[in-house]
């Protein structure tokens, strides 16, 4: 009596399959699977049920502002809520709403030195929002840069290990170091929208060296959470100074803000 064995069956008794973010066992999941670093495996793509809780549909997100929308916004270029509002950049890709379990993956992401939540999120991001990414025809990817200090405290960059998987997945060179932040900001998250583009203008600088890199490129800015937009919005300021064509925001998750709103 014969017994055949495929390589993934063996390969799946050593190295079960497990959705990265549940745990739960996925028969099919090895097929999602690449190899990356020494005996170590890039994390799978996780199961339906985690892609379900960590990814909003596309058409209940708006898309200039990233942000949630109802209904009545449907099939429109914008939604009531960015209508009469005024950014730098062209427009903004996000995963989903910043809340429950995408919420906790983004905190945890902030501080994983590893990179293995933001590799994770970002191969959903990559599944979920392809083909808002493969249209646009990005020339270069660039990260939001933290300052040394909170990179010290923090051990990490998170839109760094996104910026990398997205740059593997399609293609497109990735500039780590084009854009530098110069001065340490207080946290975001506790300043209202005016205090936030106050407290990050000025705040970044372009690489010298990367000046002419930028030169007519159409970027692709990556951050962790998006929310009033003042820190994207000030990165694209000094990005097109320095000659860059255009720039959309790509974002795990939004927030709940205003971007900036048009002067009258």
Known sequence: MYF??????????????LCPICGVFMPSGWL??????????????????????????NQYICPRCGSMRQKFDFGKPNCKGCRHLYFSFKRAIVLGEYKGELRSI????????????????????LQERRNLLNENSFDLIVPTPSHRKRRWWRGVNSPDFIAKE?????NIPVAINAVKRTA???LQFHL?????????????????????????KRILLIDDILTTGATCNEITKILKKAGAK???????????????????
Do not use: H
């Not at 699977?33 to 909003?56: A, E, M, N, Q, Y």
């Not at 997205?166 to 399609?170: D, G, N």
């Open 4 to 17: 055949l064995f495929s390589v993934t069956d063996i390969l799946n008794i050593f190295f079960p399959p």
């Open 32 to 57: 999602n699977v690449r190899r990356k670093g020494l005996f170590g495996w890039s994390p799978l793509l996780p199961c339906d049920k985690c892609i379900s809780l960590l990814s909003t549909p």
């Open 106 to 125: 983004v905190l945890r992401m902030k501080t994983d030195k590893s990179g293995f939540y933001a590799r994770t999120i970002s191969t959903i991001l």
């Open 166 to 170: 997205i740059s593997r997945s399609l």
């Open 184 to 186: 340490e900001t207080a």
């Open 192 to 216: 209202s929208d005016q205090a936030r583009l106050k407290n990050v203008a000025g705040a970044f600088s372009i690489n010298p060296k990367m000046k002419k890199l930028l030169k007519g």
């Open 246 to 264: 255009n720039i959309t925001v790509c974002a795990i998750a939004r927030a709940i803000g205003n971007f900036n709103k048009k002067k009258k």
